[in-house]
């Protein structure tokens, strides 16, 4: 009974699915700004006590801060990205590979006839989408 209610739900609730993923992502893009600006803040008022600073070269002086912390931040990142783009390349190619050799089995598995009819769909397939797009 779990199994055919979670089924109808995915059948005809993924549009509540989406919204709920969508309002999630939403949810955390706010809560990250409003950290944001938290730490923004806290850093001008450590700046303007520290240092006996004016609101404008408060202002001035975290922005430079929080610059040369996203430059850091983007450098770190900027030299993984090498070693990140090299194991997705690998992990791509051996995927593809796998998926390869599954369709090749699949079709050795397969007789003529069956051979015949999915060749047929295929193509079927292909002259109804064309036909559809092109009219």
């Keep these: ?22 309002s ?11 950290l944001f600006e938290f730490c923004e803040s806290s850093l001008d008022s450590i700046i303007e006590h520290l240092f006996h600073t004016s609101r404008r070269a408060t202002q001035i002086i975290v922005f430079y801060i929080m610059t ?20 997705f390349r690998e992990q791509s190619i051996a995927y593809f590979n796998y998926k390869k050799m599954q369709a090749i089995d699949f079709w ?18 292909i002259s109804a989408m064309l036909f559809v797009s092109l009219s």
């Design 68 to 87: 040369s912390i996203l430059i850091a931040v983007g450098f770190l990142i900027l030299r993984k990205v090498p070693t990140w783009s090299r194991k």
């Design 24 to 34: 999630l992502f939403h949810v955390f893009i706010v809560i990250a700004h409003y």
């Design 1 to 22: 009974m779990i199994i055919l209610a979670m089924a109808t739900f995915l059948l005809f609730g993924y549009d509540m699915i989406f919204d709920l993923i969508s």
């Design 108 to 125: 050795r598995q397969q007789t003529l006839l069956l051979k015949i009819k999915l060749c047929s769909e295929v193509i079927a397939g």
